[in-house]
């Protein structure tokens, strides 16, 4: 090993801020490792590769509550590798999590075209694919995908639920259907049932919140908050109210007539709404996605001003809550 108390303590020294944190990352994990890197003075001992959602609660400290034996624990504890297609960032973040800390290592696509590149350049043990994406959307990857690896095992997430669209989903040869907001529970028994090797444990469900304000699905957030922990959760809700500001802002662009866009915007709102708790706001966008898809020009304006109003209500609400 090439580093030693010394250089650690002058680095620390050099470059970190009282309250900063030094991580090791290693390609491969030891127990002898692990507590030869602790006895240096290293708060974190990462595996490669280094998943986004760990970058995510390294940044947030919140991985640093682990133990170095509890960190290999789950490093022993591999599942698989999946990819998650989603254009989301708030979706993909709590998705992501979910999987990462059941033990599968997650990469990420954005859109349809990165999951055929990435299918393309890689082996996926399964790949979670939203149905509705830009510039390739999930339906249409999947032909792709199954053009050159017909033993790819998809499965599709939407938060359409119609008949209609999970016929389509099976047609072009998903293998199941995921509706969103995606549950813990419901997400790796899917999982499982696709990648039998794979075992999976599942918390007991915690007791809501009571005497709780109507806009929110307290249990939701209460699962939430048992899986992710209070520090990630923060800082992903601060990533969703962001997402939330800028969704509410395009959609006050846009005049009423533009119903393709209105569509596509109050669709995204609603599958971040629902992932996060918001169920008023869910189900508000879901009835202006309804309307501007069936062309009701005469409910739309009305049902955007309700929207705007209520994601502000629903914003200043989770930030009070969660990240102040």
Same mark, same amino acid.
């Given at each position: 090993?090439?580093?030693?108390?010394?250089?650690?303590?002058?680095?620390?020294?050099?470059?970190?801020?009282?309250?900063?944190?030094?991580?090791?990352?290693?390609?491969?994990?030891?127990?002898?490792?692990?507590?030869?890197?602790?006895?240096?003075?290293?708060?974190?001992?990462?595996?490669?590769?280094?998943?986004?959602?760990?970058?995510?609660?390294?940044?947030?400290?919140?991985?640093?509550?682990?133990?170095?034996?509890?960190?290999?624990?789950?490093?022993?504890?591999?599942?698989?590798?999946?990819?998650?297609?989603?254009?989301?960032?708030?979706?993909?973040?709590?998705?992501?999590?979910?999987?990462?800390?059941?033990?599968?290592?997650?990469?990420?696509?954005?859109?349809?075209?990165?999951?055929?590149?990435?299918?393309?350049?890689?082996?996926?043990?399964?790949?979670?694919?939203?149905?509705?994406?830009?510039?390739?959307?999930?339906?249409?990857?999947?032909?792709?995908?199954?053009?050159?690896?017909?033993?790819?095992?998809?499965?599709?997430?939407?938060?359409?639920?119609?008949?209609?669209?999970?016929?389509?989903?099976?047609?072009?040869?998903?293998?199941?259907?995921?509706?969103?907001?995606?549950?813990?529970?419901?997400?790796?028994?899917?999982?499982?049932?696709?990648?039998?090797?794979?075992?999976?444990? !599942?918390? /007991? *469900?915690?007791?809501?919140?009571?005497? &709780? =304000?109507?806009? %929110?699905?307290? $249990?939701? @957030?209460?699962?939430?908050?048992?899986?992710?922990?209070?520090?990630?959760?923060?800082?992903?809700?601060?990533?969703?109210?962001?997402?939330?500001?800028?969704?509410?802002?395009?959609?006050?662009?846009?005049?009423?007539?533009?119903?393709?866009?209105?569509?596509?915007?109050?669709?995204? !709102?609603? /599958? *971040?709404?629902?992932?996060?708790?918001? &169920? =008023?706001?869910? %189900?508000?966008? $879901?009835? @202006?996605?309804?309307?501007?898809?069936?062309?009701?020009?005469?409910?739309?304006?009305?049902?955007?001003?309700?929207?705007?109003?209520?994601?502000?209500?629903?914003?200043?609400?989770?930030?009070?809550?969660?990240?102040?």
């Amino acid at each position: 090993m090439d580093v030693n108390e010394q250089d650690v303590n002058r680095l620390r020294q050099a470059h970190l801020t009282a309250d900063g944190s030094m991580v090791a990352l290693v390609s491969g994990m030891s127990t002898e490792i692990t507590h030869s890197l602790a006895t240096l003075g290293l708060d974190q001992v990462v595996n490669k590769p280094l998943s986004r959602a760990m970058q995510l609660a390294l940044l947030s400290k919140d991985a640093l509550a682990n133990e170095f034996e509890e960190e290999y624990v789950a490093q022993e504890k591999f599942q698989g590798h999946i990819l998650l297609a989603e254009d989301s960032p708030a979706n993909q973040i709590i998705a992501g999590t979910m999987l990462t800390k059941a033990g599968f290592d997650v990469t990420y696509a954005c859109n349809g075209l990165e999951a055929v590149k990435l299918v393309a350049e890689k082996p996926f043990d399964l790949v979670l694919m939203d149905v509705r994406m830009p510039e390739m959307d999930g339906l249409e990857a999947t032909e792709v995908i199954l053009q050159n690896h017909p033993e790819q095992v998809i499965l599709a997430m939407s938060a359409n639920v119609m008949k209609e669209e999970i016929e389509h989903c099976y047609q072009v040869g998903m293998k199941d259907f995921i509706a969103k907001p995606v549950k813990q529970k419901t997400l790796l028994h899917a999982i499982q049932k696709w990648l039998p090797n794979a075992v999976v444990s !599942l918390p /007991s *469900s915690p007791k809501p919140a009571e005497n &709780t =304000a109507s806009l %929110l699905d307290e $249990q939701l @957030l209460s699962e939430l908050e048992q899986t992710l922990g209070k520090a990630s959760l923060s800082n992903m809700m601060t990533i969703f109210c962001d997402e939330l500001v800028q969704r509410l802002n395009q959609l006050s662009e846009l005049d009423s007539t533009q119903v393709d866009e209105i569509e596509d915007q109050a669709h995204t !709102l609603k /599958s *971040s709404s629902g992932s996060f708790g918001a &169920t =008023a706001l869910f %189900l508000l966008a $879901q009835k @202006l996605e309804a309307c501007a898809r069936q062309q009701q020009l005469g409910a739309i304006p009305e049902l955007m001003a309700q929207i705007d109003v209520l994601g502000k209500q629903t914003h200043s609400l989770l930030t009070e809550r969660f990240i102040q």
